[in-house]
T-cell receptor
Framework: DAMVIQNPRYQVTQFGKPVTLSCSQTLNHNVMYWYQQKSSQAPKLLFHYYDKDFNNEADTPDNFQSRRPNTSFCFLDIRSPGLGDAAMYLCATSRGSSNEQFFGPGTRLTVL | AQSVSQHNHHVILSEAASLELGCNYS??????LFWYVQYPGQHLQLLLK??????LVKGIKGFEAEFIKSKFSFNLRKPSVQWSDTAEYFC???????????FGTGTKLQVIP
């Protein structure tokens, strides 16, 4: 089945220790998104790629970076995680930015 | 900035009760509207969507939603809920002006057998 895969499902890191979350898709969608979701809050868009074009949200901290080496893969790098970065990170894809998004299962990040 | 409001944060219903979850958005231009659902332990998935045409749209599992442009609303309904509808429901709006999707804060629905 075509899908969005996120690895790992659970990630524990130490305060200030860089961490990378990965997302892959078999849908061949041209848009890939990264969201941060905290408990009882809406998914918050961090950035997205439209093809190779990177689109950063204005309020996304510089601590968060992303890479998309090819159509199928996208990475979220957190350079120096703080306690406030503990959250669920969701990857999603879509065909064009106006269409429905397909979500992965998420990676729950814990910062010690 | 675009915003999406879901007024009910937590709803508890008995099986067979009717459901209506509110969703209002702030953007006045062209919009695409979505409801997503997240069942316990599962990922977000699309329940239904509205792009154009008949403002009453039907989705999976007996859900429907009505787009009322004058009220900037896209409320989700189901005539008779089941225990398996226990989940969190998110309204989302894509605006042509902002070229992005904004999610509401979600409504947790608990259906009691």
């Amino acid at each position: 089945d075509a899908m969005v895969i996120q690895n790992p499902r659970y990630q524990v890191t130490q305060f200030g220790k860089p961490v990378t979350l990965s997302c892959s898709q078999t849908l061949n969608h041209n848009v890939m998104y990264w969201y941060q979701q905290k408990s009882s809050q809406a998914p918050k868009l961090l950035f997205h790629y439209y093809d190779k074009d990177f689109n950063n949200e204005a309020d996304t901290p510089d601590n968060f970076q992303s890479r998309r080496p090819n159509t199928s893969f996208c990475f979220l790098d957190i350079r120096s995680p703080g306690l406030g970065d503990a959250a669920m990170y969701l990857c999603a894809t879509s065909r064009g930015s106006s269409n429905e998004q397909f979500f992965g299962p998420g990676t729950r990040l814990t910062v010690l | 900035a675009q915003s999406v409001s879901q007024h009910n944060h937590h709803v508890i219903l008995s099986e067979a009760a009717s459901l209506e979850l509110g969703c209002n958005y702030s953007y006045g231009g062209t919009v695409n509207l979505f409801w997503y659902v997240q069942y316990p332990g599962q990922h977000l998935q699309l329940l239904l969507k509205y792009f154009s045409g008949d403002p009453l749209v039907k989705g999976i599992k007996g859900f429907e939603a009505e787009f009322i442009k004058s009220k900037f609303s896209f409320n989700l309904r189901k005539p008779s809920v089941q225990w398996s509808d226990t989940a969190e429901y998110f309204c989302a709006v894509f605006s042509g002006g902002y070229q992005k999707v904004t999610f509401g804060t979600g409504t947790k629905l608990q259906v009691i057998p």
